[in-house]
């Protein structure tokens, strides 16, 4: 299984994760100075696989994130 974590570019307004530190900060976590929203997929492969990294960063780069305003990193390709 692999991960792959998807969160917005630096420099990229984040409306979510402003609403979501200000909630924060009404609440009472004024320690809270920025949250920045992402998402992540597990993805599960069949085996065996040939490449199983550059599957995935094609899967990542032409579907599942918004090259213009995303990035994203995959976890635990064995």
Known sequence: M???YISLKKG???PQG???KQALNDIGFSEV???RVGKFFDVVLT???NEPHKILEKISSEVLANPI???FSIEGIK
Do not use: Y
């Open 47 to 49: 085996e065996p696989i």
């Open 18 to 20: 402003q609403t979501i």
């Open 12 to 14: 990229v307004a984040d």
């Open 69 to 71: 305003i995303e990035e």
């Open 33 to 35: 100075r920025e949250i």
């Open 2 to 4: 692999a991960r792959i």
